[in-house]
């Protein structure tokens, strides 16, 4: 029905799947790997994508979406893409992503808990009205903890990113931000 599918494995406008004990790796066709579009209640659990081309999960215009101990290694481009949903990442590793372990974008709302991210370009990014809360999560080796910043004018605001109960060892730098945007690390362990 003229859907042109940009993914892997591709998810569009559906609702209340669950998908478990799933390995994608190296693909070379799609820009991403996973991706989910116009979608709710999506459960990925026990998920592994290696070397992807570019991003590894592209997750646009979603809700209720649930990622659960997903590992990713090598992301071509970002870990995994937000734009306009809303999220939870759980126990989850994202490793040596060329551009940014989670990426959020456009009015998302994404909360991480007790996660890893290691050896990224940057770890966690968050812009244009978009908010990362992140619980009991692991950030090592790093170039960049957290980035956030105002991209579209079109939202009118930067990014905001809470960290609670954090460890945050032998990375480069700790944090990019603009003037529009807002970066608070609670009750955290820094050896910088």
Do not use: P
């Amino acid at each position: 029905d003229k859907i042109q599918y940009t993914g892997m494995f591709s998810l569009h406008n559906t609702e209340n799947i669950k998908i478990k004990n799933l390995k994608l790796e190296n693909n070379s066709l799609y820009d991403d790997t996973l991706h989910l579009v116009y979608c709710k209640e999506i459960d990925l659990i026990n998920l592994k994508i290696l070397n992807a081309r570019f991003d590894a999960i592209d997750i646009d215009t979603s809700e209720k979406i649930r990622l659960i101990n997903v590992n990713i290694f090598n992301a071509g481009n970002d870990g995994i893409d937000f734009m306009e949903s809303q999220a939870l990442v759980s126990d989850s590793i994202i490793k040596s992503a060329k551009d940014k372990g989670i990426s959020v974008g456009e009015n998302s709302n994404i909360l991480v808990f007790r996660s890893e991210f290691l050896e990224n370009n940057i770890a966690n990014a968050a812009k244009d009205g978009s908010k990362i809360n992140i619980l009991l999560t692991k950030f090592i080796r790093n170039n960049i903890i957290f980035s956030s910043y105002a991209k579209n004018y079109q939202y009118n605001s930067g990014g905001y990113i809470d960290s609670y109960f954090s460890l945050f060892s032998d990375n480069k730098d700790l944090i990019e931000i603009d003037k529009s945007s807002e970066i608070n690390i609670f009750n955290s362990n820094v050896d910088n």
